[in-house]
C-alpha cells in the first residue's frame, strides 16, 4: 500500500473510530491534537503505528504498545470488552471494501487484525482486572480506617 493510500486508510478510520466511541465530540475534538485533544492524539499516533506495522508485515508483538495505548483509554472508560476492541473491526470494515489491495494482502492484512484483537482482549482483561483490585484495595483500605477509629475528624481532633 502506498503512503497515500494508507494515509486516506487512517483518516478513515480514525474518523469512524472517534465518531464510533465520541459521537457527541465535535469536529475540533476530532481534529486538534496535543494538549487540546490528547486521547485524539494518542488514538492517532497509535492508529498510525498499527497501519504501518500491519503494512510492513510486523508482528503484532511489535505494535502491542500501540494496541495498549487504545485499549487501555477503553477499558478504563467502562466499555465492553466487544466495544472497546471495535475499532479494529472498523478497519476490518474498510479493509474489506477496499479495492486497492489484492486479495492476497487483504487476507494478510486480515490475519493480523484478527491477532491484534485477540491481543487487544487480553489487554482489555488485564486492565479490567488492575482496576477492579484497585478498587477493592481503596475498599478494605477505608474498612480498616474505620475498624481502627480513623476517620479523617479523628486524625484531626474534632472526634
Request: glycine share 6%.
Amino acid at each position: 500500500m502506498n503512503t497515500k493510500q494508507k494515509e486516506a486508510l487512517l483518516k478513515a478510520w480514525y474518523d469512524a473510530t472517534l465518531q464510533n466511541y465520541f459521537p457527541a465530540a465535535d469536529d475540533a475534538f476530532r481534529r486538534n491534537t496535543g494538549f487540546a485533544n490528547p486521547v485524539g492524539q494518542a488514538f492517532h499516533a497509535s492508529m498510525a503505528t498499527i497501519l504501518n506495522g500491519i503494512d510492513s508485515g510486523a508482528a503484532v508483538s511489535d505494535f502491542t504498545a500501540a494496541l495498549d495505548r487504545i485499549v487501555r483509554v477503553l477499558a478504563v472508560q467502562g466499555l465492553p470488552a466487544g466495544v472497546a476492541i471495535r475499532f479494529l473491526f472498523v478497519l476490518r470494515n474498510l479493509l474489506e471494501k477496499n479495492e486497492e489491495l489484492t486479495a492476497s494482502d487483504k487476507r494478510i492484512w486480515l490475519a493480523k487484525l484478527d491477532e491484534s484483537a485477540e491481543l487487544a482482549v487480553e489487554i482489555w482483561c488485564e486492565c479490567r482486572e488492575t482496576l477492579s483490585q484497585l478498587r477493592i484495595n481503596e475498599l478494605r483500605n477505608r474498612v480498616q480506617q474505620l475498624e481502627a477509629g480513623s476517620t479523617p475528624k479523628e486524625r484531626e481532633g474534632n472526634a
